[in-house]
């Protein structure tokens, strides 16, 4: 899936301190989540590139 390689490119995926690990951010229903992870999509519709700069600045 296009959009699923490019997580770490994306503007929602950060770090979760909680969680010890990278999480999608965006606030997906379970039709949305079961539809994304059965890759009933061809690439996430909520994804926005972002770069170290863009990240960084959102911290």
């Known amino acids: ?3 699923r390689s490019k997580c ?3 503007f ?3 770090y979760d301190e ?3 690990s990278y ?3 965006m606030d997906l229903d ?3 989540m079961a539809r994304f992870l059965q890759a009933e999509v061809d690439r ?3 994804y926005q590139p ?3 700069y863009t990240l960084a600045r959102r911290q």
């Open 1 to 3: 899936m296009a959009g």
């Open 18 to 20: 909680e969680l010890d």
């Open 23 to 25: 999480v999608c951010e």
């Open 8 to 10: 770490e490119d994306c």
């Open 30 to 32: 379970e039709d949305e």
């Open 50 to 52: 972002g770069d170290d």
């Open 12 to 14: 929602h995926y950060d």
């Open 44 to 46: 996430c519709p909520y």
